[in-house]
């Protein structure tokens, strides 16, 4: 567990973003022209930002109050270059061109549009002229920003669902807390190492990547869907039959063991064949595919062999009988959709039990 925490220590560091055409390999078209636009013009000129005035309710002319802004805007830090503005036909709308001086997917640049709203506050609230910022650099930002703020109530959503059904089925508090602690850690030891390799660079000639610096804003979406389904996949197939080897009058040390010795090769083997599945796109030229074939091989990999097989089992038989209780309260008002019972009395002959299991099946 401590070893997981380490790792999910450069999770801290996450952003999110969209990857611009540096991400593609050094030997395509795109790539190069976008080498060749940083060397002649500097990184902002990637992603230049479109700055539009509207002066429809306050009648001004627009040119004119785009100017002034325009003037405003060059102050900033990191601003290179603002465009004269161009009026429309009717003069109550101007756009202007910014061009920031780092590149699109820059932590920098992401200040710079922030910093150009705050400036312009002032003018929008006083009514004199609507400014907005946008362009394709300004939208890709909004959006990770926008999936960043939500990937918290997706996540409290989808664990708190699983959660709940796993007090259903197994008849605990404990087995989902546990279940629900071990996946989050297991899912920022993921983020951490995808951290560590696609913005922080490391293992960058190993495995092939063109650039860094960010993390595709889908791809946490996606890998905690996924991770997270496997993993109560994984979570059923081992505590599963530990519960029914209790019910069945078992120790509890006696039910992990056995449980445990039934499940443990079927894990190990979906394991592995997803590992093998998901590490394939390790192999594909473009970082962007690079980057959801490692995360979701990682995150497998943490959470059967590390989590499931090895902390488990651990936990399950630090907790003991305590780690099958459950409130009598909460019982009665739980439907009940598992086969066995915990207050099963135990077979005292292996008849009895042959019985007992068949009768139950």
Not at 255 to 268: D, L, N, P, W
Not at 306 to 321: H, W
């Amino acid at each position: 567990m401590v070893l997981l925490g380490v790792l999910a220590v450069p999770a801290l560091d996450l952003r999110l973003g969209l990857p611009d055409d540096s991400a593609e390999p050094e030997s395509s078209t795109s790539h190069q022209a976008y080498d060749l636009l940083t060397e002649g013009f500097g990184p902002g000129f990637n992603g230049p930002l479109t700055v539009v005035v509207d002066t429809a309710k306050s009648g001004k002319d627009a040119a004119a109050t785009a100017e002034g802004i325009g003037r405003e805007l060059a102050g900033i830090r990191g601003v290179e270059d603002v465009s004269p503005p161009v009026p429309n036909k009717s003069g109550d709308a101007a756009v202007m061109s910014v061009v920031p001086g780092s590149g699109p997917t820059a932590a920098a640049t992401e200040q710079v549009v922030d910093d150009i709203r705050a400036a312009v506050k002032d003018t929008r609230d006083s009514g004199e002229a609507a400014v907005a910022v946008t362009g394709q650099t300004a939208i890709n930002i909004d959006m990770s920003k926008r999936i960043g703020d939500t990937l918290l109530p997706y996540l409290l959503i989808v664990v708190g669902c699983a959660f709940l059904l796993m007090i259903i089925i197994f008849r605990s508090i404990l087995v989902p807390v546990k279940a629900t602690l071990g996946f989050l850690l297991s899912l920022a030891a993921t983020f951490g190492a995808l951290v560590a390799v696609f913005q922080w660079g490391w293992l960058n000639d190993l495995l092939g990547i063109h650039s860094t610096g960010i993390i595709v804003n889908l791809l946490p979406v996606i890998v905690i869907g996924l991770s997270f389904g496997l993993a109560v996949d994984y979570e059923m197939f081992l505590v599963t039959r530990m519960r029914e080897e209790y019910a069945r009058g078992n120790t509890p040390a006696e039910a992990i063991v056995k449980g445990f010795m039934q499940s443990a090769r079927v894990v190990t083997a979906l394991a592995l064949i997803m590992i093998s599945v998901f590490a394939g796109f390790i192999l594909a030229d473009a970082d962007l595919t690079k980057s959801f074939g490692f995360a979701l091989a990682v995150a497998v990999f943490l959470d059967a062999f590390v989590l499931r097989v090895t902390i488990v089992p651990a936990v399950m038989a630090l907790f003991d009988r305590a780690a099958w209780w459950l409130p009598q309260w909460l019982d009665r008002r739980l439907p009940h959709l598992d086969i066995e019972k915990s207050d099963i009395a135990p077979p005292e002959t292996d008849r009895d039990l042959e019985e007992s299991a068949g009768s139950r099946s």
